[in-house]
């Protein structure tokens, strides 16, 4: 119970009744959602979405709408809106004076975050906010301290120690995932993250495994009117309504992203218009800098979620009085009289006004807490530019994961290895793959396009089942129900931003991608979030995902778009494990591998090698893994080596018996994972008979093998008798013609012929 004045407000704007000191206890239901605002309505019955002009002019809050507060929390709402505008214009000092190396502030969109803040839990609920979404962090219970380790760059600080930008919030604690600089790759995650409790209520066996999963959690995630513009917002909002899952989007619309007016970006200026069509969709939109009108709202956004009705999306215009950042400049763009009237929507002077107009603080006690709040931020900038800077022997730390190391010892069970059964294809060892670890492992979850046998469950007793165009994943989803084994829209950004999501709760999705010829819409998921997200927070996030991608030529009608190969664009990131199986033994250890260890794995599956006789393989036993790193000989030689992998291992092996007719012994090194790679497997085979071939399917120039053979050059050069030869495709793109496939993909001929040259030079 509390005791003590409190307040309801009565207008949108100036109005707000004190309603008469008690000594009395307020009643506990004052402080209820119930109680604060209008009797919660379905979603199809939200208010209307209506344009929300930059003016003062707002419909008044209905009665059963206003909240209720105390004097107290009236005061702390107004004290972290003010902090966070103080930390700003701390690090806005602090920049100018060469202390910090960079500022974005979230200066105007104060009140409607804190009110997010009062309506969650940190630590229980999920975050996922964006650049501005300090005075969230605040409510939540970031320091200032806290927020000024990340401005100077602090080991110390929660958010990246030292790794990201100010602003880019993260802290394992209060459950705010480690934030990134793109613009809306944090909503399929928020809505991935959702989805791993709509699963974990569905998957029994999970409850014994995984914690930390509610059953009324929310999970809320943060954009700007920019972000709107970006695909994955409406991917985001087509999985999370078609999936009811408790999300909170709250949209903060100050107008601008960057120098880009809002009626630039969206079409007829204003997206509530564009996806009221969405089900399941609850939606509401509040002048953002009105604190109690953001408050009401919220609290109805939140509870829509608690109550497992679906997804809720708050629309707050909200006001930018400050530039974008310190690399911008407003004035540039924005006409005077403009900013002049965000001025006079200022939330901070409104509330402050607001309470001494109401007689809950008058002047003297605002500028004591003002005082106070300054005194807290001086102190905490000391303490932060007192703090260490990362020592810089940690620079390569958490680029994978500090506790599983998948090329130890440990993921080596090949050597003696008992097969048995009929031999069976790639295609046949990976599924028995992953049929066995899901058995193993409940929280591994199958998703991607047309992996499921049959979405509509109903006729899966009348039908043979799909299991992916290639069939990899045939009969799982019969296994292990639809709750573990789903399809997804067509779109690849979805799968791998969501399969994020569900890593970072514990969740081990193995998701396809079905043609590699498809994965760029996913690059920037893979490469800015999957890959860094370890790295970037310090260890204190991952998502150890795998991404199996069916790739390669030689299809006779691939042509351009189902025949890429173009690796070196994944084995140039850190923070990703990229492995490449030859044979169907090495697909089965390789994807047990990919799926035990705690890296997120590029598991690339070539399509001409799925059903080839050459490299069928009886079955091993459930614990066969395949370390990475680990090269295999998979032909000895005595007089040049060919270092290979994928389907030229196998054009490899014909090319060095037609040697062998020639009096050439030629010795094949399959590295069967591309990052990492066996390098003494390499430097051993180079050392033995000083020539050597690296023959791949990408194209020759700026490709994987001039990395092998410029490292080769570079650290072997003494033990070479002849350069470093490489056999790869032409430099353009593979044809639909088979004459033209054949002469622009390297064939057998092509090795033969650079093994001949290389043994006369």
């Known amino acids: 119970m509390r005791k003590g004045s409190f307040v309801t407000i009565m207008s949108d704007m100036k109005v707000l009744r004190l309603v008469k000191k008690t000594e009395g206890d307020l009643p506990e239901k004052a402080f209820t959602a119930k109680s604060v605002a209008k009797p919660e309505p379905k979603p199809a019955a939200a208010l209307p979405i209506k344009a929300v002009k ?174 709107t513009s970006e695909g994955e917002f409406w991917e985001a909002l087509n999985t999370a309504c078609n999936l009811k899952l408790p999300v909170v989007f709250l949209l903060e619309d100050n107008g601008y992203a960057i120098s880009v007016p809002l009626e630039v970006q969206t079409a007829g200026g204003d997206v509530s218009k564009l996806i009221k069509g969405f089900p399941n969709l609850f939606m509401q939109r509040c002048d953002g800098t009105d604190a109690l009108e953001s408050l009401a709202v919220m609290r109805r956004a939140v509870d829509n979620c608690r109550q497992g009705r679906g997804p809720s999306f708050v629309h707050a215009k909200v006001i930018r009085p400050y530039s974008h950042s310190l690399s911008d400049n407003e004035r540039l763009y924005r006409a005077e009289e403009e900013r002049a009237s965000d001025a006079e929507r200022d939330p901070i002077k409104r509330f402050g006004a607001l309470l001494t107009e109401e007689s809950v603080a008058d002047q003297d006690e605002l500028q004591k807490l003002k005082d106070e709040v300054d005194r807290e931020i001086k102190e905490a900038a000391d303490k932060a530019l007192a703090s260490p800077q990362p020592a810089a022997e940690t620079a390569t730390d958490f680029v994978y994961s500090p506790t599983v190391d998948p090329t130890s010892k440990e993921f080596d069970t090949e050597d003696g290895v008992q097969l048995s059964g009929n031999p069976g294809t790639m295609v046949d060892l990976i599924n028995r793959c992953l049929l066995t670890e899901m058995k193993r492992d409940p929280r591994i979850l199958v998703f991607g396009e047309d992996i499921a046998d049959c979405s509509r469950e109903q006729f899966l007793d009348q039908v043979k089942g799909k299991g992916g165009v290639f069939k990899v994943t045939a009969n799982l989803q019969r296994e292990f ?155 000895e030689g ?123 030079y």
């Not at 778009?561 to 664009?569: L, N, R, W």
């Not at 084995?571 to 994807?591: F, I, K, Q």
């Not at 490489?726 to 390297?746: G, K, M, N, S």
């Not at 064939?747 to 043994?759: C, G, K, P, R, Y």
């Open 54 to 227: 930059p003016g003062p002019a707002r419909r008044p809050l209905r009665q059963q709408e206003r909240p209720r507060l105390s004097r107290e929390e009236m005061l702390k709402l107004f004290r972290v809106m003010y902090l966070s505008r103080r930390l700003d214009d701390k690090e806005i000092q602090m920049k100018g004076q060469n202390r910090i190396f960079f500022q974005i502030s979230g200066a105007g969109h104060e009140a409607i975050l804190v009110a997010a803040g009062m309506c969650l839990k940190p630590g229980y609920d999920w975050f996922y906010p964006y650049y501005r979404d300090r005075a969230l962090c605040l409510q939540l219970g970031m320091t200032p301290l806290e927020m000024l380790l990340e401005s100077v760059g602090a080991e110390a600080d929660p958010n990246s120690h030292g790794r990201q930008m100010p602003s880019h919030w993260g802290h394992k604690k209060l459950n705010i995932v480690s934030q990134s600089s793109p613009t809306g790759t944090q909503l399929l995650q928020a809505v991935g993250c959702a989805e791993a409790g709509y699963r974990f209520k569905l998957i029994k066996e999970l409850k014994k495994r995984i914690k930390n999963f509610r059953d009324d959690e929310v999970v809320y995630v943060s954009l700007g009117d920019g972000t």
């Open 481 to 635: 129900g639809s709750a573990r084994v789903f399809n997804s829209p067509l779109a690849e950004a979805n799968i791998v931003g969501r399969a994020i999501g569900m890593a970072t709760r514990g969740l081990k999705p193995v998701v396809e991608i079905q043609f590699f010829d498809y994965i760029w819409p996913a690059y920037h998921q893979i490469r800015n979030e999957l890959a860094v997200l370890r790295w970037r927070s310090g260890n204190e996030f991952s998502a150890p995902v795998v991404l199996r991608v069916p790739v390669g030529g030689y299809l006779k009608g691939g042509a351009i778009y189902h025949s890429q190969s173009g690796v070196t664009v994944f084995t140039h990131v850190p923070g990703l494990r990229v492995v490449y199986p030859s044979n169907a033994l090495d697909a089965n250890g390789l994807l047990r591998t990919s799926i035990r260890c705690d890296d997120p794995v590029l598991f690339l599956e070539h399509k001409h090698l799925y059903r080839q006789a050459y490299n069928k393989s009886p079955y091993p036993p459930d614990d066969f893994m395949v370390p990475f790193g680990k090269a295999k000989t998979v032909r």
């Open 638 to 760: 005595t007089d040049l080596s060919i270092i290979t992998y994928g389907a030229l291992v196998q054009r490899s092996l014909v090319a060095a018996r037609q040697a062998e007719q020639q009096g050439i012994s030629v010795e094949i090194i399959d590295l069967r994972t591309l990052n990492p790679y066996d390098w003494n497997a390499i430097a051993s085979t180079v050392k033995k008979n000083s020539r050597v071939i690296v023959a791949h399917e990408d194209s020759l120039s700026f490709g994987y093998g001039a990395e092998i053979a410029a490292r080769i050059s570079d650290e072997l050069f003494e033990y070479l008798d002849a350069p470093v030869r490489r056999v790869a495709a032409l430099d353009t793109f593979v044809a639909y013609a088979p004459q033209l496939e054949e002469a622009i993909l390297p064939q057998a001929a092509d090795v033969l012929q650079a093994i001949t040259e290389l043994n006369g």
